[in-house]
């Protein structure tokens, strides 16, 4: 994620690929977007305590930045737009300088994936600009050929890390796989996020533009922020609570599914990433395996059904011909045998669990190393949130 960049000196190298953290801080584990700091290239460190540090940049965007968390948590804020923005934010719990580095200084932020289980996150950087009023003509000019569909789309999806609950791994899709959607692969692109390599997680789509709309909603009536180069987090439970089997706490854990491999993505098994290949332009298709050969029809008749009477009222005109999830279709002739049967109904409590309550998801502004006053709204930061609730909205009316 962008939140990830820090700049400054490198932390002290031990040898190839062993570095030596302040006072016992460890690297961030769940970093998306792949940005890095210092020669040493270490993303954002987690503090003991459980809280996030990202190293101070350079001027002025490091100042910058610290400058705008102090305005927005101050202690002495009255402001009602700067205390509202407050809870769209990761909560700002001062500096911190470590004793092993006294030259160094770090923000320390919550750590807002840390109440989940199997965080799904997705960084997204928003606005029709990447640069921002002090941009130098070179600088323009990089920041536009990186994408340059920015101005048109209004985002640009910077990585995605997402849990597949019938594998018990993760994918994760770094900043090459986000340059290279248009608006007509957009939507599809989109949706892997919300894919747990069974279903469509229509629950956790229509939680994110709710949440979404909270930020925008807090952005059309303010008119003394600009914000470039910012982007938004978001973060839901990938793994279901499986109240209804009659397994206990023990979660579901099947042998990891092959795939179509494309370019930018890796997959984590058990936390172990591995790197796919990048010479594949195909898309990934996580196989459950022969055990869903029947859920097509199975889904057809009583999944939909079963899911009726708990699905959100604000959900159900969505889903008048699909069940919350979006079940893949595998169908292979012949019936299932008894270890198919055992996992499809794994599978399909797995479908109706997400449904038990409303999803844990948490959207959250990050990285403000280019906000600027203004006297205006923010009509591009406002563009770039009204068009990816757009997007959502249509892959949530699939």
Same mark, same amino acid.
């Given at each position: 994620?962008?939140?990830?960049?820090?700049?400054?000196?490198?932390?002290?190298?031990?040898?190839?690929?062993?570095?030596?953290? !302040?006072?016992?801080?460890?690297?961030?584990?769940?970093?998306?977007?792949?940005?890095? +700091? *210092?020669?040493?290239?270490?993303?954002?460190?987690?503090?003991?305590?459980?809280?996030?540090?990202?190293? @101070? /940049?350079?001027?002025?965007?490091?100042?910058?930045?610290?400058?705008?968390?102090?305005?927005?948590?101050?202690?002495?804020?009255?402001?009602?737009?700067?205390?509202? @923005?407050?809870?769209?934010?990761?909560?700002?719990?001062?500096?911190?300088?470590?004793?092993?580095?006294?030259?160094?200084? +770090?923000?320390?932020?919550? %750590?807002?994936?840390?109440?989940?289980?199997?965080?799904?996150?997705?960084?997204?950087?928003?606005?029709?600009?990447?640069?921002?009023?002090?941009?130098?003509?070179?600088?323009?000019?990089?920041?536009?050929?990186?994408?340059?569909?920015?101005?048109?789309?209004?985002?640009?999806?910077?990585?995605?890390?997402?849990?597949?609950?019938?594998? %018990?791994?993760?994918?994760?899709?770094?900043?090459?796989?986000?340059?290279?959607?248009?608006?007509?692969?957009?939507?599809?692109?989109?949706?892997?996020?919300?894919?747990?390599?069974?279903?469509?997680?229509?629950?956790?789509?229509?939680?994110?533009?709710?949440?979404?709309?909270?930020?925008? /909603?807090?952005?059309?009536?303010?008119?003394?922020?600009?914000?470039?180069? $910012?982007?938004?987090?978001?973060?839901?439970?990938?793994?279901? /609570?499986?109240?209804?089997?009659?397994?206990?706490?023990? !979660?579901?854990? !099947?042998?990891?599914?092959?795939?179509?491999?494309?370019?930018?993505?890796?997959?984590?098994?058990?936390?172990?990433?591995?790197?796919?290949? $990048? $010479?594949?332009?195909?898309?990934?298709?996580?196989?459950? *395996? /022969?055990?869903?050969?029947?859920?097509?029809?199975?889904?057809?008749?009583?999944?939909?059904?079963?899911?009726?009477?708990?699905?959100?009222?604000? @959900?159900?005109?969505?889903?008048?011909?699909?069940?919350?999830?979006?079940?893949?279709?595998?169908?292979?002739?012949?019936?299932?045998?008894?270890?198919?049967?055992?996992? @499809?109904?794994?599978?399909?409590?797995?479908?109706?669990?997400?449904?038990?309550?409303?999803?844990?998801?948490?959207?959250?502004?990050?990285?403000?190393?280019?906000?600027?006053? $203004?006297?205006?709204?923010?009509?591009? +930061?406002?563009?770039?949130?009204?068009?990816?609730?757009?997007?959502?909205?249509?892959?949530?009316? %699939?």
């Amino acid at each position: 994620m962008e939140s990830a960049v820090s700049a400054g000196g490198p932390a002290p190298s031990l040898g190839h690929g062993f570095h030596r953290f !302040p006072n016992g801080c460890t690297p961030l584990s769940h970093q998306v977007a792949g940005h890095k +700091y *210092g020669k040493s290239e270490l993303g954002m460190l987690q503090h003991p305590d459980g809280t996030v540090l990202k190293q @101070l /940049q350079p001027p002025p965007r490091g100042p910058r930045e610290m400058n705008f968390y102090n305005m927005v948590f101050g202690s002495s804020c009255h402001d009602h737009v700067f205390l509202e @923005l407050q809870k769209f934010l990761p909560k700002f719990l001062g500096t911190w300088t470590p004793t092993t580095a006294p030259n160094e200084l +770090y923000l320390k932020l919550e %750590d807002v994936t840390r109440k989940f289980n199997k965080p799904c996150i997705m960084d997204v950087k928003i606005g029709k600009k990447s640069y921002d009023p002090d941009a130098s003509a070179e600088k323009i000019q990089q920041q536009i050929s990186k994408y340059p569909l920015m101005e048109e789309i209004g985002f640009l999806v910077l990585g995605m890390r997402v849990y597949q609950f019938s594998s %018990d791994s993760y994918v994760a899709y770094d900043q090459r796989y986000g340059r290279g959607l248009t608006e007509e692969t957009l939507k599809d692109g989109l949706s892997r996020f919300f894919h747990d390599g069974s279903c469509l997680r229509k629950d956790a789509v229509a939680a994110s533009i709710r949440e979404i709309e909270k930020i925008l /909603q807090w952005f059309e009536r303010q008119n003394k922020l600009c914000f470039y180069a $910012s982007s938004l987090l978001f973060v839901y439970e990938g793994s279901p /609570q499986l109240t209804a089997t009659g397994d206990g706490d023990a !979660p579901h854990k !099947p042998a990891a599914p092959k795939g179509i491999r494309r370019t930018g993505e890796v997959v984590e098994y058990n936390n172990n990433v591995h790197v796919m290949s $990048s $010479s594949e332009n195909g898309m990934v298709e996580a196989s459950v *395996g /022969q055990s869903l050969s029947n859920m097509y029809a199975l889904h057809r008749k009583g999944c939909f059904r079963a899911h009726q009477s708990v699905v959100p009222l604000q @959900l159900k005109n969505a889903e008048q011909d699909h069940s919350i999830c979006k079940c893949l279709t595998l169908i292979s002739p012949g019936q299932p045998n008894g270890n198919e049967i055992k996992q @499809l109904e794994k599978d399909l409590i797995h479908s109706s669990s997400t449904l038990q309550e409303p999803p844990e998801v948490d959207v959250r502004m990050i990285d403000f190393a280019h906000v600027f006053p $203004s006297s205006t709204k923010d009509e591009g +930061y406002i563009y770039g949130l009204k068009h990816l609730i757009s997007v959502l909205r249509n892959i949530l009316d %699939d």
